[in-house]
């Protein structure tokens, strides 16, 4: 059931003098001076009846009145005038205008008196249907386009000249039913035979020739012709229930009044053009650059497709709404759109939202608009669409990962975006950045970790020993990744290790994660490799078995090499003792460590490179001259160069003489 629209009336006639007889609503007097002008009115026997269409401010109501000549009335050139009081807050209701122009009543004198009934019909409010049906114009298009063009691109009052004033109500009906409720309320218009010079009617239908002075005079911004003039013509010939219902959203918020239809007839007409969508959002972004101006419009044209009514072709996809918002840019409030929110919904649904962010040029987004953008999408987003939207737009990705950090674990975002920003982030958070480099070591993005190694470098460190903190297994592709970010950063990047390097895991890291030419192992002292090298059992029967053979080659090799270098005769004789016999067996094989020998044989005194066994030997027989072994001792080492026993022996006893105490005991031992 339809809700009738309560409306006032009121009778205004001849009697004794031009006064009110009549009224279903009290009229403060303010409000009875203006009704007594605009109800008086002159005819010159050709027209029937004028239309007046006024607002009556001071009661916040609209008044419709129709006036007739009252022939025969006490005084000749009196006239009837019935009113019509609309409240302001109704005239949205009344899409159309039907019913209330249906709705004027003349009155019926009898015997030149007026009956009590007929001035009690007066007395009553009427309650009015709100048609949903438009009227629909018979006026000729050069009539109507002069009025639209005089209304609608300038404040300054306009008449026309029309063949009947009584016909021209039609017309006056029309342009008023066009317009959104705010506009109606300030809107000033009337069909007359004569034209006056009032300044304050808003639309003159005269049926008089117009003087010069009396011509229309319309300028203003907005173009004379044009789009917006062909729809809002078409609107008046046949009421499109879709445009109208797009001027009463948008004029809400029209703080310009009539100057403002020109812009919002001309928005809804451009969208239907070829490119009308974009052409439309850069025309809102022009003509409304605030964002807190023609906020209905902006969500109904770049909200979600239920916020509101749109013009015709509009899309209705959202990606694509979403897309016009950046080519509107300054212009919206992306925080109030949820923009931010809509780009994560629209990949999560079509995977569009990469490809949106991607399009955007920050440089014509405000500031308030890309933090909104940023915020929207790191509260709204998941770690994966985060990461996909950041490397998607660099500008705003940076942005994106300033939010969330943690994005800093994906190598891409290196490679995608500014990494001497991305640093700068990592510079103001120490647990941020330990997270960081413990994902990208997890996921072996060589590239930042240098970055972050090269520029943190106890980072490294770091990493070094939360590889090796497991006793048992090194991650033996951990330890290649922290290689090659070794490899590119350089040792000389390093500083000397923040924690005390002891356990044997982390030599055992630190022997796979350095060239061992780089002599990064020589920060740690002689004495902690001996006792690694004590506690990994070359039989891989120890706690220690699960060593890869390329970490054992190398541990023997850099303690016996550290102990060498180390200048103390305990800690070469210790090594020597414990590293020769694995040393010298293993030699032998052509799977012994590359590096590892290279690393030996720049410690080992010359020989030949064939016989990597006679080289140790080499090298074990000048240790025992230099440092003058205990005949035990030697005896011990003789026998782990089994079956090259005699070779050593010779080496060691070569340049010492055959009676020497030493020699003597040795042989002794030998028996």
């Given at each position: 059931m339809v809700d009738l629209i309560a409306v006032h009336q009121a009778l205004y006639g001849y009697d004794d003098g031009h006064r009110l007889l009549a009224s279903s609503a009290s009229?403060?007097?303010?409000?009875?001076?203006?009704?007594?002008?605009?109800?008086?009115?002159?005819?010159?026997?050709?027209?029937?009846?004028?239309?007046?269409?006024?607002?009556?401010?001071?009661?916040?109501?609209?008044?419709?009145?129709?006036?007739?000549?009252?022939?025969?009335?006490?005084?000749?050139?009196?006239?009837?005038?019935?009113?019509?009081?609309?409240?302001?807050?109704?005239?949205?209701?009344?899409?159309?205008?039907?019913?209330?122009?249906?709705?004027?009543?003349?009155?019926?004198?009898?015997?030149?008196?007026?009956?009590?009934?007929?001035?009690?019909?007066?007395?009553?409010?009427?309650?009015?249907?709100?048609?949903?049906?438009?009227?629909?114009?018979?006026?000729?298009?050069?009539?109507?386009?002069?009025?639209?063009?005089?209304?609608?691109?300038?404040?300054?009052?306009?008449?026309?000249?029309?063949?009947?004033?009584?016909?021209?109500?039609?017309?006056?009906?029309?342009?008023?039913?066009?317009?959104?409720?705010?506009?109606?309320?300030?809107?000033?218009?009337?069909?007359?035979?004569?034209?006056?010079?009032?300044?304050?009617?808003?639309?003159?239908?005269?049926?008089?020739?117009?003087?010069?002075?009396?011509?229309?005079?319309?300028?203003?911004?907005?173009?004379?012709?044009?789009?917006?003039?062909?729809?809002?013509?078409?609107?008046?010939?046949?009421?499109?229930?879709?445009?109208?219902?797009?001027?009463?959203?948008?004029?809400?918020?029209?703080?310009?009044?009539?100057?403002?239809?020109?812009?919002?007839?001309?928005?809804?007409?451009?969208?239907?053009?070829?490119?009308?969508?974009?052409?439309?959002?850069?025309?809102?972004?022009?003509?409304?650059?605030?964002?807190?101006?023609?906020?209905?419009?902006?969500?109904?044209?770049?909200?979600?497709?239920?916020?509101?009514?749109?013009?015709?072709?509009?899309?209705?996809?959202?990606?694509?709404?979403?897309?016009?918002?950046?080519?509107?840019?300054?212009?919206?409030?992306?925080?109030?759109?949820?923009?931010?929110?809509?780009?994560?919904?629209?990949?999560?649904?079509?995977?569009?939202?990469?490809?949106?962010?991607?399009?955007?040029?920050?440089?014509?987004?405000?500031?308030?608009?890309?933090?909104?953008?940023?915020?929207?999408?790191?509260?709204?987003?998941?770690?994966?669409?985060?990461?996909?939207?950041?490397?998607?737009?660099?500008?705003v990705g940076l942005l994106i990962v300033s939010r969330r950090l943690s994005l800093l674990a994906d190598e891409r975002i290196w490679t995608t975006l500014d990494s001497d920003l991305l640093m700068d982030l990592l510079a103001e958070d120490e647990e941020v950045r330990m997270q960081v480099s413990d994902s990208l070591l997890l996921y072996g993005a060589v590239v930042p970790l240098a970055r972050i190694c090269s520029a943190f470098p106890e980072q490294w460190w770091r990493l070094l020993t939360q590889v090796a903190s497991n006793e048992v297994v090194l991650d033996l592709e951990q330890c290649a990744t922290l290689r090659r970010v070794l490899e590119r950063i350089g040792t000389a990047a390093l500083d000397s290790p923040p924690v005390k390097l002891a356990s044997t895991s982390e030599l055992a890291a630190l022997v796979l994660t350095s060239d061992l030419s780089s002599g990064l192992w020589r920060r740690v002292k002689p004495s902690d490799w001996l006792r690694a090298m004590d506690a990994v059992d070359p039989e891989q029967r120890g706690p220690h078995r699960m060593l890869p053979s390329e970490v054992v080659d190398r541990m023997f090799a850099v303690a016996l090499a550290s102990a060498s270098d180390g200048g103390s005769a305990t800690n070469r004789r210790a090594a020597w003792s414990q590293a020769f016999r694995f040393l010298h067996k293993s030699l032998e094989s052509t799977s012994f460590d590359e590096e590892a020998w290279r690393l030996l044989s720049n410690s080992l005194p010359a020989g030949p490179d064939w016989d990597r066994c006679q080289r140790l030997r080499i090298g074990a027989a000048a240790e025992v001259r230099r440092d003058q072994w205990s005949p035990e001792s030697v005896q011990v080492l003789l026998k782990d160069a089994h079956p090259y026993e005699g070779d050593l022996y010779d080496r060691i006893t070569y340049h010492t003489k055959k009676k020497d105490s030493f020699v003597k005991a040795l042989r002794r031992l030998l028996q």
């Open positions: 009229l403060a007097p303010e409000a009875q001076r203006q009704l007594r002008t605009l109800t008086d009115a002159a005819f010159e026997e050709k027209s029937g009846s004028y239309l007046t269409v006024s607002p009556l401010p001071v009661q916040r109501l609209q008044a419709f009145i129709c006036t007739w000549p009252a022939k025969g009335w006490v005084r000749p050139g009196s006239v009837w005038s019935h009113v019509l009081l609309v409240e302001h807050a109704d005239l949205a209701l009344l899409e159309g205008l039907s019913a209330l122009r249906q709705a004027f009543r003349r009155p019926t004198p009898v015997d030149a008196e007026l009956t009590d009934a007929d001035l009690k019909s007066y007395r009553r409010p009427l309650h009015v249907e709100p048609a949903t049906t438009g009227i629909a114009v018979q006026a000729s298009d050069q009539l109507l386009e002069s009025i639209l063009r005089g209304l609608y691109t300038s404040d300054r009052p306009v008449r026309a000249q029309v063949p009947s004033a009584e016909k021209a109500e039609e017309v006056l009906w029309a342009i008023f039913e066009q317009q959104w409720p705010r506009l109606r309320r300030t809107f000033t218009g009337r069909t007359r035979e004569r034209a006056s010079q009032s300044k304050e009617i808003d639309l003159e239908l005269v049926e008089r020739r117009l003087k010069t002075s009396e011509q229309n005079d319309a300028s203003g911004d907005v173009p004379t012709v044009g789009e917006w003039l062909g729809v809002a013509l078409a609107d008046l010939k046949r009421p499109n229930r879709q445009f109208r219902a797009f001027l009463q959203l948008t004029g809400a918020e029209s703080a310009g009044g009539r100057t403002d239809f020109a812009s919002l007839a001309q928005i809804y007409a451009v969208s239907a053009g070829p490119d009308g969508p974009a052409d439309t959002a850069r025309m809102i972004r022009d003509a409304f650059p605030l964002p807190t101006t023609q906020r209905s419009l902006k969500r109904s044209l770049f909200g979600p497709f239920s916020v509101g009514p749109a013009p015709a072709g509009w899309p209705e996809f959202d990606a694509e709404r979403i897309r016009l918002a950046f080519v509107a840019g300054p212009s919206l409030d992306f925080a109030e759109l949820k923009v931010g929110e809509r780009v994560v919904d629209s990949f999560r649904a079509t995977s569009l939202g990469a490809d949106l962010l991607g399009a955007v040029d920050v440089d014509v987004l405000s500031v308030e608009n890309v933090e909104a953008l940023v915020l929207g999408i790191t509260d709204h987003a998941d770690s994966v669409t985060a990461t996909e939207l950041a490397l998607s737009q660099p500008d």
